[in-house]
């Protein structure tokens, strides 16, 4: 008799769980709920604020609450701010091309030529140790190495290669570029290093076995399987030069300008619903530019 009790509260303890069990869709669903309330609130939620702000009216007196398209005809209907654009994009395009230039060439080295891990990590390690500073300390660094009477005109000079200081080095778009590509390389280096040290090095080995030169195999082999993590380095890039203004402003000397800049500038004039709009704007070129480079490069392989 106990046992036939027992095995009736069992039964009947199986099916009040089989009652309250929780379909499968929707435990994925409340899983993701925690994580869809923090981008909503600390993410969407500002955007979709910088998109109402961005319809309103205003004046030096305050804010006024209506929905009016007159910001957006001011932004797209100046040719300074076309003008803006197009100096923004030419910053973004220089950087982006130096910094994978250069990123795929300091990642390759690291991923290939250096055979112990434990190397890889030290050498890693030493590129990301200015990146502990501030930007700004590492971006004003460059003023007393480009300056007038900087280290490089000094020297310069003291070899007697040139007669007088080279005044482009500094307050230029050529120290702004140079600053960039300080400041954000790391960003290029670091995807790139992880997808290269993914690859299967029996690659190398069946492609010189099949007659290929060393060029043909970076060329056929590497940067094929290496253009994900190029491509994630590259949003990285261009969304971080299109957002910059303080680098722009200060290694230009105010004589170059940038969208973020100028966005920088009307809120400091607290025009604020101009500053949104040019910042909607802003968002959709960069979306435009990540989802082009999307499309050219599948990135999923990578995550």
């Not at 305050?62 to 209907?77: E, H, K």
């Not at 100046?78 to 395009?93: A, C, D, H, I, P």
């Not at 590129?127 to 700004?136: A, D």
Request: proline share 4%; glycine share 6%.
């Amino acid at each position: 008799m106990a046992t036939i009790a027992s095995s009736e509260t069992d039964q009947a303890t199986a099916k009040s769980g089989r009652s309250f069990r929780v379909p499968l869709g929707l435990v994925s669903y409340l899983q993701a709920t925690p994580l869809f309330l923090i981008l909503g609130f600390f993410f969407l939620l500002p955007i979709a604020m910088i998109g109402v702000v961005s319809f309103w009216d205003y004046d030096f007196a305050g804010l006024y609450p209506a929905f009016l398209t007159t910001n957006y005809t001011d932004t797209l209907g100046s040719w300074v701010t076309w003008k803006t654009y197009l100096n923004t994009l030419k910053f973004t395009v220089i950087v982006w091309g130096l910094t994978l230039f250069i990123g795929f060439w300091v990642a390759y080295f690291l991923a290939f030529h250096i055979r112990r891990t434990s190397t890889q990590m030290i050498l890693f390690l030493v590129c990301t140790v200015p990146f502990m500073t501030s930007n700004i300390i590492r971006m004003i660094s460059w003023i007393p190495v480009l300056g007038r009477n900087g280290l490089v005109n000094s020297t310069l000079i003291e070899l007697g290669l040139i007669p007088k200081p080279i005044e482009w080095l500094l307050y230029s778009d050529f120290a702004v570029v140079l600053a960039m590509v300080h400041l954000y390389t790391l960003f290029m280096v670091t995807p790139i290093f992880n997808t290269l040290m993914r690859i299967d090095r029996s690659l190398f080995e069946a492609a010189r076995d099949a007659g290929a030169s060393g060029w043909q195999v970076l060329w056929n082999v590497v940067i094929p399987l290496a253009k994900p993590g190029m491509a994630i380095g590259s949003i990285f890039v261009v969304t971080l030069v299109m957002a910059d203004f303080s680098t722009v402003q200060v290694m230009s000397g105010g004589q170059s300008a940038s969208i973020a800049l100028m966005m920088k500038n009307q809120m400091s004039l607290l025009q604020y619903p101009a500053a949104a709009a040019n910042a909607v704007v802003l968002l959709v070129v960069v979306l435009l530019m990540v989802a082009a480079i999307l499309r050219i490069v599948d990135i999923r392989k990578e995550l």
